[in-house]
């Protein structure tokens, strides 16, 4: 099995910054990619960003130039540094891991940016 645990989501203000963190254990071999998607009320969970094994990042349109991803594999953990953070960044944060050719996820962290 494998174990996701994130933390860092909270509530900041609008223009804040907020660092999530997610840490995968168990049985852990050889992962592909790791990310972070989000899923705001009403609406469809969706890709943030991502970072592969090689090193290569995808981000969404709408993040671009303010969260930046990283991972240190050697811990088997991956971050997501927001800066200027928006009100529609809200969003239950799920961290992500791909290995394997199955998806395992996080249980979620919320984020809440106050205008």
């Known amino acids: 099995q494998v174990q996701l645990v994130e933390s860092g989501g909270g509530l900041v203000q609008a223009g804040g910054s907020l660092r999530l963190s997610c840490a995968a254990s168990?049985?852990?071999?050889?992962?592909?990619?790791m990310g972070w998607y989000r899923q705001a009320p009403g609406k469809q969970r969706e890709l943030v960003a991502r970072?592969?094994?090689?090193?290569?990042?995808t981000y969404a349109d709408s993040v671009k130039g303010r969260f930046t991803i990283s991972r240190d594999n050697a811990k088997n953990t991956v971050y997501l540094q927001m800066n200027s953070l928006k009100p529609e960044d809200t969003a239950v944060y799920y961290c992500?891991?791909?290995?394997?050719?199955?998806?395992?996820w996080g249980q979620g962290t919320q984020v809440t940016v106050s205008s």
């Open positions: 970072i592969r094994s090689g090193g290569t990042t």
């Open positions: 992500n891991v791909y290995m394997r050719w199955r998806n395992y």
């Open positions: 168990g049985s852990i071999d050889s992962i592909n990619a």
